[in-house]
């Protein structure tokens, strides 16, 4: 989700375009698609500001825009061995939903993974909170290993999670069990934000902003991330969603 990206720099969302292209002018397509997409921008601050429509296989191509105060933007670039890594809400849901996208008549369980999956919010206002505090930032789409791996790359630097501490719900916990860490560690589509601050920022973050992120772990020097599970720990190598390969 485009938004959610404009949410891991702190920016405020403006407008977007889209190029559709359609075999045919379903009109009950058409419209059910513009009702959601409508619905999802008002609810995003996001207005249609051009694009195009053609003829074709059915692909659908948008790019969203923002804007953020010179020099405020949060980069993937700026995180600091003894930085705090945090996370936003809970992990893992997303990628659970996989495995019922098909289900007929779902359990609480699983219609709480669904609406995951289904219906992701971008954190807008936290990635706005967090501009001038947040030292890096990056939105969980194509997992939290994968995508924490870009700030540790462009930061040069590496990172330990302690495991113990991910969000995760209890839907996902009940529905899952003892998978339920390796979905929050790898599974996409939470489009949740993955922030790194300092110790010394934290206590200065207004409580109505801790209280959405999580402390899970830290980062270090040297390079790729160390999974703490508590009675062993294990490097672990970038997993998620691979753009150019799955």
């Not at 195009?52 to 933007?73: I, N, Y």
């Not at 939470?190 to 300092?198: G, M, N, Q, R």
Request: net charge negative; charged share 20%.
């Amino acid at each position: 989700m485009a938004a959610s990206d404009l949410a891991a720099m702190g920016a405020d969302p403006v407008c977007f375009t889209l190029a559709l292209t359609l075999p045919d002018a379903d009109p009950g397509w058409l419209s059910a698609y513009a009702h959601g997409l409508a619905s999802a921008a008002r609810r995003f601050g996001l207005s249609l500001a051009g694009g195009d429509t053609t003829r074709g296989p059915l692909t659908l191509s948008m790019q969203v825009h923002g804007t953020v105060p010179k020099g405020e933007a949060i980069l993937r670039s700026g995180a600091n061995v003894g930085d705090f890594i945090c996370v936003s809400g809970t992990l893992g849901e997303a990628g659970a939903a996989l495995d019922y996208l098909e289900n007929d008549s779902p359990g609480t369980e699983v219609q709480a993974v669904l609406k995951r999956y289904h219906f992701p919010e971008p954190r807008l206002a936290l990635g706005k909170a967090l501009r001038g505090f947040a030292t890096a930032a990056v939105d969980v789409s194509d997992g939290l290993v994968a995508d924490l791996g870009h700030i540790l790359e462009a930061s040069d630097v590496g990172a330990s999670i302690d495991v113990g501490r991910l969000p995760l719900s209890q839907h996902l916990k009940r529905l899952v069990g003892r998978s339920a860490a390796g979905l929050a560690l790898n599974a996409g589509d939470d489009y949740e934000l993955c922030v790194t601050v300092p110790p010394q920022v934290w206590a200065a973050l207004s409580e109505d902003v801790r209280r959405e992120l999580t402390i899970i772990g830290e980062v270090v020097a040297g390079e790729g991330v160390t999974i703490d599970w508590g009675d062993h720990a294990e490097n672990l190598s970038a997993g998620g969603y691979d753009h150019f390969r799955n």
